[in-house]
């Protein structure tokens, strides 16, 4: 199973970004995915999931209203659209895959993903 992420880069506050993870050894629509992120000298922390084959989106107080994940799943593409991005949202952020059958209490503990992306670097300038 690999998990490709792209999309980052480099965009003023109040910008938007829009990443991608494309998942290939795996069907998408088996699979809890989540994106993390991960400041400069900060833990990683969760961002967005993915559930029930997207029937079912969790975020993040931080993002909740500016972020916005969703799947195709005859793609095997997960994306993460970020708007009105903020100095805060600088980070290397990484896309997860998990198992289906992950519930609400559980998408914020990266320890119950088995795959990772490498990560795609999101850097907002003010």
């Known amino acids: 199973v690999q998990l490709q992420a792209s999309g980052g880069g480099l965009v003023q506050t109040g910008g938007s970004l829009r990443l991608s993870c494309a998942v290939s050894g795996r069907a998408l629509s088996s699979s809890g995915m989540a994106w993390f992120r991960q400041a400069p000298g900060k833990e990683r922390e969760f961002v967005a999931a993915s559930r029930r084959s997207g029937a079912i989106a969790n975020y993040a107080d931080s993002v909740k209203g500016r972020f916005t994940i969703s799947r195709d799943n005859a793609k095997n593409v997960v994306y993460l659209q970020m708007k009105s991005l903020e100095l805060e949202d600088t980070a290397l952020y990484y896309c997860?895959?998990?198992?289906?059958?992950?519930?609400?209490?559980?998408?914020?503990?990266?320890?119950?993903?088995?795959?990772w992306g490498q990560g795609t670097l999101v850097t907002v300038s003010s």
């Open positions: 997860a895959a998990g198992p289906s059958s992950i519930i609400l209490s559980e998408v914020r503990n990266s320890i119950r993903y088995d795959y």
